[in-house]
């Protein structure tokens, strides 16, 4: 099998040092590169398997970097964020990163981060071969990554669309928030679960408000499911 390879964009010139040896070692090809627009440039002249992306870069911020790129390629994205930066994690996953990783990390916790999101990555395109889902008015089509309720589009970022799709899979089944963040987010964040409120917040908007109908529901203290009536 081909080495997998990997963009690494990290202004961190030890930090990126370190993680490009690591990562080489484990048998992967990757390319370092320290600015944002450099990075971008490089994204869009080369195929790349998995971007590894710094939030805070010179020329171009991580978070506009992942937006562009989510404007073309559904690419596996996991940001590397500092400490103190919780809200713009929480900016990033919406701007279509798969995960995150806040520095300083163990160098084992990004290769398992690195396996789920690429594993992530190719069950969802055995998923494409199948079909439509529905649940009242509102339907899935899986293979384009649409979401329509009452017939009208619905546009949703890649995490938005994830969390709605295994809400509708397992509909009328209670989902903790451990088991959202398992399954969508493919680690447990302790202590960080609010990221899943947050994304309920932002599909309750554009799917229930926006269309008068209840849809997504809470069980205090518990979790949340979809409802069929
Ligand atoms: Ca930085």
Same mark, same amino acid.
């Given at each position: 099998?081909?080495?997998?390879?990997?963009?690494?964009?990290?202004?961190?010139?030890?930090?990126?040092?370190?993680?490009?040896? *690591?990562?080489? $070692?484990?048998?992967?090809? &990757?390319?370092?590169?320290?600015?944002?627009?450099?990075?971008?440039?490089?994204?869009?002249?080369? #195929?790349?398997?998995?971007?590894?992306?710094?939030?805070?870069?010179?020329?171009?911020?991580?978070?506009?970097?992942?937006?562009?790129?989510?404007?073309?390629?559904?690419?596996?994205?996991?940001?590397?964020?500092?400490?103190?930066?919780?809200?713009?994690?929480?900016?990033?996953?919406?701007?279509?990163?798969?995960?995150?990783?806040?520095?300083?990390?163990?160098? *084992?916790?990004?290769?398992?981060?690195?396996? &789920?999101?690429?594993?992530?990555?190719?069950?969802?395109?055995? *998923?494409?071969?199948?079909?439509?889902?529905?649940?009242?008015?509102?339907?899935?089509?899986?293979?384009?990554?649409? &979401?329509?309720?009452?017939?009208?589009?619905?546009?949703?970022?890649?995490?938005?669309?994830?969390?709605?799709?295994?809400?509708?899979?397992?509909?009328?089944?209670?989902?903790?928030? #451990?088991?959202?963040?398992?399954?969508?987010?493919?680690?447990? $964040?302790?202590?960080?679960?609010?990221?899943?409120?947050?994304?309920?917040?932002?599909?309750?908007?554009?799917?229930?408000?926006?269309?008068?109908?209840?849809?997504?529901?809470?069980?205090?203290?518990?979790? $949340?499911?979809?409802? #069929?009536?």
């Amino acid at each position: 099998m081909e080495a997998k390879k990997i963009l690494l964009i990290e202004d961190e010139v030890k930090l990126a040092r370190f993680v490009e040896l *690591e990562l080489k $070692y484990e048998g992967y090809d &990757v390319t370092v590169i320290h600015d944002g627009r450099e990075g971008l440039e490089t994204f869009s002249n080369e #195929e790349f398997d998995m971007i590894l992306l710094d939030l805070m870069l010179p020329g171009l911020s991580g978070i506009e970097i992942c937006r562009r790129i989510r404007k073309t390629s559904s690419v596996p994205i996991i940001m590397l964020t500092a400490k103190d930066e919780v809200m713009d994690k929480v900016a990033g996953l919406d701007s279509g990163a798969d995960d995150y990783l806040t520095k300083p990390f163990a160098i *084992e916790e990004l290769l398992a981060r690195m396996r &789920v999101a690429f594993k992530h990555c190719s069950n969802h395109q055995e *998923e494409g071969t199948k079909k439509i889902l529905t649940v009242n008015h509102l339907s899935i089509n899986i293979e384009k990554c649409m &979401v329509t309720v009452n017939d009208t589009e619905v546009e949703l970022t890649k995490k938005e669309f994830e969390l709605l799709l295994y809400l509708v899979q397992n509909k009328n089944i209670v989902l903790t928030r #451990e088991q959202i963040l398992n399954q969508v987010w493919g680690y447990s $964040y302790i202590g960080e679960t609010n990221v899943v409120d947050v994304y309920i917040r932002y599909l309750r908007s554009k799917v229930d408000e926006a269309f008068g109908e209840k849809f997504i529901h809470t069980i205090r203290g518990v979790g $949340y499911y979809v409802k #069929e009536e």
